[in-house]
């Protein structure tokens, strides 16, 4: 079974500051994608950032990156220029490249963005 | 595009009684609605998976007769919680996949409090 895990549960960032969340996946798979997830306070949740595993460049979104290393089975998120919208809980997710197939989450790390 | 609703956004049950919450594709057509269950300060638990037309599968330790998951159309899937009680109170978050590229779009959740 797959499994992933974020290792920090929270984290802290001054604003305009660069946080690096971390997080890494177990799967015996070849063909995934890799998801960054942000649920701010109201819960709703939002896609920030997506990677697919065949692909070797690391996606990006603004001031949104991810760092994928797909041998070390390890999928980082870089936030630049940080802003206090960006205080949410973010979530790792992973999914196999098959129809219906659905999402395992990491277990989430609370962002804080100090003014 | 692709807009998932829930509906309601908050409830509240007397325990003994049933509540049914509604997840609507507005935009587009799921071909797969899951079901998420989010206790506070915790990552989203997969419920269940259910494709239109057919059963829903549950996951190991989900009571199927407890919470009953109907998916009548590609827009439309319902969760009813049935004979509630205070330990059923939580967040619910439904959300629908497209067919290619199987892209998940979540639901704003359902707040449930049993009383």
């Known amino acids: 079974a797959q499994t992933v895990t974020q290792s920090q549960p929270e984290m802290s960032v001054q604003e305009a500051e660069t946080v690096t969340l971390s997080c890494t996946y177990d799967t015996s798979e070849s063909d995934y994608y890799l998801f960054w997830y942000k649920q701010p306070p109201s819960r709703q949740m939002i896609l920030v950032i997506r990677q697919e595993a065949y692909k070797q460049q690391n996606a990006t979104e603004n001031r949104f990156s991810v760092n994928f290393q797909k041998a070390a089975k390890s999928f980082s998120l870089k936030i630049s220029d940080s802003q206090l919208g960006d205080a949410a809980m973010y979530f790792c997710?992973?999914?196999?490249?098959?129809?219906?197939?659905?999402?395992?989450f990491g277990g989430g790390t609370r962002l804080m963005v100090k003014p | 595009g692709a807009v998932v609703s829930q509906h309601p956004s908050w409830v509240i049950c007397k325990s003994g009684t049933s509540v049914k919450i509604e997840c609507r594709s507005l935009d587009f057509q799921a071909t797969t609605m899951f079901w998420y269950r989010q206790f506070p300060k915790q990552s989203l638990m997969l419920m269940a998976t259910s494709n239109e037309g057919s059963k829903a599968t549950y996951e190991q330790g989900v009571e199927k007769d407890k919470f009953l998951i109907n998916h009548a159309s590609l827009t439309l899937s319902t969760l009813t919680v049935t004979s509630a009680h205070p330990e059923d109170s939580s967040f619910y978050i439904c959300?629908?996949?497209?067919?290619?590229?199987?892209?998940?779009?979540f639901g704003p959740g359902t707040r449930l409090t049993v009383t």
């Open positions: 959300s629908a996949a497209t067919s290619e590229p199987y892209e998940q779009y």
């Open positions: 997710a992973y999914r196999r490249n098959n129809a219906g197939n659905m999402l395992t």
